[in-house]
């Protein structure tokens, strides 16, 4: 596709239940990012992808987050047990995978869950 | 870790004049990367401009320039000959270079952001 593609754009739960948000790189990205933003906030880095492994899970705040990535394309960040705590906008980045600065990551519009 | 400030939460200014968005970082490693991203309220964050430490020259893209200072931690944003499309949250954000994240590429971590009004 054109650009990183998210969805569902907006998700509402309620507390106790498990989410799934999706995310689609760009065609041939070998490299994708999860972040989360909290309001008025800047973006948390949560984890990292290279290809089908996750490079960097440094971020992810507890074992109730969960990511992966089985053909290396597209990503699904699993949420179980939500808790309020978690309502936030949930942005993906994917870039070429490529060593250094030059390699930009380019990011979907988000999904944004909140947790009742 | 890394940290980025932002200390800037919101600045104005009016059309066709030109603003600085102030950033500084905390930082131990000598080689990284610095970029501004916009963030309108589709929400997608679009990169603005990016600057390598190792450079001394300062990065420019059409009307948006960065005033780097490396011995101060200090990589401030300038917009000229602002414009209405202008308005948006701008993040500052650092990335370790790949020698410090194990040769592979890193998370970038952002500042809390500015929000830039543009008054017409």
């Known amino acids: 596709g054109a650009g990183v593609s998210q969805t569902p754009s907006n998700k509402v739960t309620e507390k106790g239940k498990y989410v799934e948000l999706r995310c689609d790189p760009i065609?041939?990205?070998?490299?994708l990012y999860w972040y989360r933003q909290s309001l008025g906030q800047g973006p948390e880095f949560l984890i990292y992808f290279q290809g089908t492994g996750a490079a960097d899970d440094s971020g992810l705040p507890n074992d109730r987050f969960f990511a992966v990535r089985p053909e290396g394309s597209v990503s699904t960040l699993k949420i179980q047990r939500t808790e309020r705590g978690d309502s936030a906008v949930y942005l993906c980045?994917?870039?070429?995978?490529?060593?250094?600065?030059?390699?930009?990551?380019?990011f979907g519009p988000g999904t944004r869950l909140t947790v009742l | 870790a890394q940290t980025v400030t932002q200390s800037q939460p919101e600045m104005s200014v009016q059309e066709a004049e030109t603003v600085t968005l102030s950033c500084t970082y905390d930082?131990?490693?000598?080689?990284?990367?610095l970029f501004w991203y916009k963030q309108p309220p589709s929400r997608q964050m679009i990169l603005v401009i990016r600057?390598?430490?190792?450079?001394?020259q300062n990065a420019t893209e059409n009307r948006f320039s960065v005033n780097f200072q490396k011995a101060a931690k200090s990589f401030s944003l300038k917009i000229s000959d602002s414009q209405l499309g202008d308005a948006a949250m701008y993040f500052c954000a650092y990335r370790s270079a790949p020698l410090y994240s194990g040769g592979g590429a890193d998370g970038l971590t952002f500042g809390k952001g500015t929000h830039l009004i543009i008054q017409p």
């Open positions: 980045a994917s870039s070429r995978g490529q060593r250094g600065g030059t390699d930009t990551q380019y």
């Open positions: 930082t131990s490693e000598s080689d990284y990367y």
């Open positions: 065609s041939g990205h070998t490299a």
């Open positions: 600057q390598e430490a190792y450079k001394q």
